[in-house]
């Protein structure tokens, strides 16, 4: 069973190259694949050739850069929802797990491995830290709820509460790993 770890990139990709090396260590040609959508950001895409060959090659790791002038229904300055759905057409797999770039893949591979359709695995966040953008689900069920709706920022929960009123059933997922911080000034500028 194939499984697509979903990321989007948009200013971030600082925190990529700290949460990169991690992930892609999860990556098993034609198992596991790390598809990464650098959206109206023409950085990723060059440092992730250049730095990451052999993983492009060989499709662990794919990266797309895409450039649009979308609009959130909502009226917000980024469309959350519009874009993770876009990174997560990028996967192949029969599991989608959506990955925030300043998260660690961590545990959640092991319990991806024995997810069942009609699941949805998410983290259970706290402290409320970022690593709430870690939730994986069958992509039947994906498409079956529509995705991720265009609504901004505020997606992740809106999406689960989808899955759970289609009667999936919540698995809770513990992260030892901490994600990136969200503010440069925290971390290391030469990255």
Not at 127 to 154: A, E, M, N, Q
Not at 159 to 176: S, T
């Amino acid at each position: 069973m194939k499984i697509s770890y979903c990321t989007t990139c948009k200013g971030r990709l600082w925190q990529l190259k700290q949460t990169l090396e991690h992930n892609l260590s999860f990556t098993k040609v034609g198992e596991f694949e790390l598809c990464i959508l650098a959206y109206n950001d023409d950085t990723v895409e060059p440092y992730l050739n250049e730095a990451f060959p052999e993983y492009i090659a060989d499709g662990r790791l794919k990266v797309k850069t895409h450039h649009d002038d979308y609009q959130p229904i909502d009226g917000s300055d980024f469309a959350c929802g519009y874009v993770k759905n876009l990174s997560h057409a990028m996967g192949t797999g029969k599991i989608l797990f959506n990955l925030d770039a300043d998260n660690f893949i961590d545990n959640a591979h092991e319990l991806l491995l024995q997810l069942k359709a009609g699941q949805i695995i998410k983290n259970t966040a706290i402290p409320l830290d970022g690593r709430s953008g870690r939730i994986g689900v069958y992509r039947t069920l994906f498409k079956k709820v529509g995705g991720y709706r265009d609504t901004g920022r505020t997606d992740d929960g809106d999406f689960v509460l989808r899955c759970l009123k289609d009667g999936a059933k919540l698995l809770h997922m513990d992260c030892e790993l901490a994600p990136i911080p969200n503010q440069q000034k925290e971390i290391n500028h030469d990255l």
